[in-house]
T-cell receptor, first 114, second 117 residues
Framework: AQSVTQPDIHITVSEGASLELRCNYSYGATPYLFWYVQSPGQGLQLLLKYFSGDTLVQGIKGFEAEFKRSQSSFNLRKPSVHWSDAAEYFCAVAPYSSASKIIFGSGTRLSIRP | DTAVSQTPKYLVTQMGNDKSIKCEQNLGHDTMYWYKQDSKKFLKIMFSYNNKELIINETVPNRFSPKSPDKAHLNLHINSLELGDSAVYFC????????????????FGPGTRLTVL
């Protein structure tokens, strides 16, 4: 069965510092991979997605993620965080056979230190 | 303009009651979804409808019944509410969800926080 692991429950970084949120997935083949952001009291917004091709994908709000097949990872990065980036971040996968059936990780809460 | 809207935003009710959560999207999408987010932020799909037809039905108690009067609406009715039903319920929509290698971005509503006392 597919699964997604986000090992960090809560991360705090200083404003202006770089960020990396970890995500590992378990699946027999390369699935669709996503990162979503959930701001307090809001629904989820898609940051970026990977289907195939270039393993470094660019998303909105200055985020990027790199797919590493050998490590079954899809880590999210941002070179310089802003206070407005404080939110919950979810990594997710979906199989090619049912791309709408998204499986979410447990989320990483990002706090920004002024 | 709100793309995916849900009502109510908060719902507090007693165990055993029956309640409904409404969802509407004005994006012209054909596929709508219901997700449940528990207290640990774990988010899991419950149902998905394509043009009013059920296409995904995860292991959800049959006390939960989605109803789609038209493709712009997907309501969630819950019978005999239990304490464990307390969660945030998210509605989402996308363009028509197809077969293999077909993905369309899902747009999420703001959520409905259900508290069962």
């Amino acid at each position: 069965a597919q699964s997604v692991t986000q090992p960090d429950i809560h991360i705090t970084v200083s404003e202006g510092a770089s960020l990396e949120l970890r995500c590992n997935y378990s699946y027999g083949a390369t699935p669709y991979l996503f990162w979503y952001v959930q701001s307090p009291g809001q629904g989820l917004q898609l940051l970026l997605k990977y289907f195939s091709g270039d393993t470094l994908v660019q998303g909105i709000k200055g985020f990027e993620a790199e797919f590493k097949r050998s490590q079954s990872s899809f880590n999210l990065r941002k070179p310089s965080v802003h206070w407005s980036d404080a939110a919950e971040y979810f990594c997710a996968v979906a199989p090619y056979s049912s791309a709408s059936k998204i499986i979410f990780g447990s989320g990483t809460r990002l706090s920004i230190r002024p | 303009d709100t793309a995916v809207s849900q009502t109510p935003k908060y719902l507090v009710t007693q165990m055993g009651n029956d309640k409904s959560i409404k969802c509407e999207q004005n994006l012209g999408h054909d596929t709508m979804y219901w997700y449940k987010q528990d207290s640990k932020k774990f988010l899991k799909i419950m149902f998905s409808y394509n043009n009013k037809e059920l296409i995904i039905n995860e292991t959800v108690p049959n006390r939960f019944s989605p109803k789609s009067p038209d493709k712009a609406h997907l309501n969630l009715h819950i019978n005999s509410l239990e304490l464990g039903d307390s969660a945030v319920y998210f509605c989402a929509s996308s363009k028509l969800a197809g077969g293999n290698s077909s993905y369309n971005e899902q747009f999420f509503g703001p959520g409905t926080r259900l508290t069962v006392l």
